[in-house]
């Protein structure tokens, strides 16, 4: 079992920026690819980041490409996404997820999900 827990959402203006964390426990981290995802009410949960098991492999989809950022540290079991430019479209609960994958882009590949964290962008 992966335990993921994500901090640092919250109320931002358009244009400003948030750092979303994302703390491990349980199995061995490094083992999992890790993603970002985020969900809107009626809308399918769609990823907006992730990243390879060891750091080198990243994806970004076009709506977030150029203002988004993931990264991780292993030493810390801790994935984050960097966020700026937000706009209110980005408004989202945003979930962190773990894959026994090297990298995936897939909602079905990822095993463990955290709670979610709620980003609201005020325009």
């Known amino acids: 079992q992966v335990q993921l827990v994500e901090s640092g959402g919250g109320l931002v203006q358009a244009g400003g920026s948030l750092r979303l964390s994302c703390a491990a426990s349980?199995?061995?981290?490094?083992?999992?690819?890790m993603g970002w995802f985020r969900q809107t009410p009626g809308k399918e949960r769609e990823c907006v980041a992730a990243?390879?098991?060891?750091?080198?492999?990243?994806f970004y989809p076009d709506v977030v490409k150029g203002r988004f950022t993931i990264s991780r540290d292993n030493a810390k079991n801790t994935v984050y996404l960097q966020m700026n430019s937000l706009k209110p479209e980005d408004t989202a609960v945003y979930y962190c997820a773990a894959t026994s994958s090297t990298l995936s882009t897939r909602k079905y590949e990822y095993s463990y999900w955290g709670q979610g964290t709620q980003v609201t962008v005020s325009s």
């Open positions: 349980g199995r061995t981290f490094s083992n999992y690819g």
């Open positions: 990243i390879s098991r060891g750091g080198s492999g990243t």
